[in-house]
Each structure stands twice: as structure tokens, then as C-alpha cells.
């Protein structure tokens, strides 16, 4: 069965300062890949996705993720956090070949202080 | 706007009293997800529906159970709830499972406590 590692499970930062969330997969063929955001209080949102093309995604609020394929990774990145930032951040995985159902790490707490 | 709406938010029930919690859609999605998440922890997919089709997870326990009337309704059934089983209880939808709409949209949760 797939698996989908986030390292960092609570970063807290200032703000200004550069984030960077891993998200390593264990599945070896074509996937999917998301990055999930959750705000305090507010439901799961989709941050940005990935299926194809360009590896390097951009996503809402500044966010982008780059596939590397050959580390099995999607790391989530953005130059500079603002406050309005500080919340769960989830990475999914689906198996390609015509799988919709996602594989969710446990998630990072970004905490950002102003 | 449309949305996935979840109710109710929060549910307490008493150990070994069935519960229902719903999940309703404004999007037309074919898929529609439950997953149960607790806390520090990745989401655990229970069951989805794709249209009408039920797929239940081999880990999924038999205590729960699942209902889909139409496309814009979902139901998860606790027969008798746990004290384990206390959780926040996730509906998503998905457009349908296709590579270009597979991106799941999702309800605010209810919040579920045993007692």
C-alpha cells in the first residue's frame, strides 16, 4: 500500500520568512498529488494540485509545490509566510491509472507569528 | 455558492446509541467521500460512492454504514458507537475520478463525542 510521509509536523515561523513542507510518497508509478489547507475553524480547501506537465505548480495565496519524481517528493513552498497562513497543511497522494481515492499524510501545523 | 454542507456540526450521543450524521451537496459531484479523522492524524477514507456505487474500506468497520438516496445526499450511520469512534467525521466530494477533476471539496465537519 502507498504511503505519504510529512516530515514537519509543527513549524512555526515569523512572518516574511521563507516555508518550506516536505511530502515524500511511496507509490512508484504515475500519480496525483495535492496539497490541502485548512484554516483555523474553516473546512479542508484545495492549496494546489498536480497531475501532469509543468512539475513545478502554482497555487492560491503564493503557494507552489515542485514534483520530483526521481526523490518521490511534492515539498510545498512559499518565499515569504504571513500570519494568515498559520494553519494544517495536508499532502495527498492518488495512485495513477485511473485512482481517485487519496492517500493524506498526517498533516504539518504551520504556526506563523506576526 | 455552492458547497459541501455537513449536519450537524457537532453530535454527542451515549455509547452504544446509533447515530446518523449527513452530508448534503450543491455541486452534482459524482463522488461523494466519508472519511474520519482524529486528532494529529491524516484523514482515514471510510467509504466513498461513486454515483451510485458503494466501496467500502477493507478496514472499515462493520459498525458503520453508509447511505447515498440520491446525488445530493450522504448519510453515515454509527450503529453502535464507541468510545474509539469519537472523531471528526469528514464528507468531500469529487466532480468525478478523472485526473482533471479528481480534487475533493469538503464539508466543515462534525464533530463527534461519545460518552
Known amino acids: 500500500a502507498q504511503s505519504v510521509s510529512q516530515h514537519n509536523h509543527h513549524v512555526i515561523l515569523s512572518e516574511a520568512a521563507s516555508l518550506e513542507l516536505g511530502c515524500n510518497y511511496s507509490y512508484g508509478g504515475t500519480v496525483n498529488l495535492f496539497w490541502y489547507v485548512q484554516y483555523p475553524g474553516q473546512h479542508l480547501q484545495l492549496l494546489l494540485k498536480?497531475?501532469?506537465?509543468?512539475?513545478l505548480v502554482k497555487g492560491i495565496k503564493g503557494f507552489e509545490a515542485e514534483f520530483i519524481k526521481s526523490k518521490f517528493s511534492f515539498n510545498l513552498r512559499k518565499p515569504s509566510v504571513q500570519w494568515s497562513d498559520t494553519a494544517e497543511y495536508f499532502c495527498?497522494?492518488?495512485?495513477?491509472?485511473?485512482?481517485?481515492?487519496?492517500?493524506f499524510g498526517r498533516g504539518t501545523s504551520l504556526i506563523v507569528h506576526p | 455558492d455552492a458547497m459541501v454542507i455537513q449536519n450537524p456540526r457537532y453530535q454527542v450521543t451515549q455509547f452504544g446509541k446509533p447515530v446518523t450524521l449527513s452530508c448534503s451537496q450543491t455541486l452534482n459531484h459524482n463522488v461523494m467521500y466519508w472519511y474520519q479523522q482524529k486528532s494529529s492524524q491524516a484523514p482515514k477514507l471510510l467509504f466513498h460512492?461513486?454515483?451510485?456505487?458503494?466501496?467500502n474500506e477493507a478496514d472499515t468497520p462493520d459498525n458503520f454504514q453508509s447511505r447515498r438516496p440520491n446525488t445530493s445526499f450522504c448519510f453515515l450511520d454509527i450503529r453502535s458507537p464507541g468510545l474509539g469512534d469519537a472523531a471528526m467525521y469528514l464528507c468531500a466530494t469529487s466532480r468525478d475520478g478523472s485526473v482533471a477533476y479528481n480534487e475533493q471539496f469538503f464539508g466543515p465537519g462534525t464533530r463527534l463525542t461519545v460518552l
Open positions: 460512492y461513486y454515483d451510485k456505487d458503494f466501496n
Open positions: 498536480y497531475f501532469s506537465g509543468d512539475p
Open positions: 495527498a497522494v492518488n495512485a495513477g491509472g485511473g485512482s481517485y481515492i487519496p492517500t
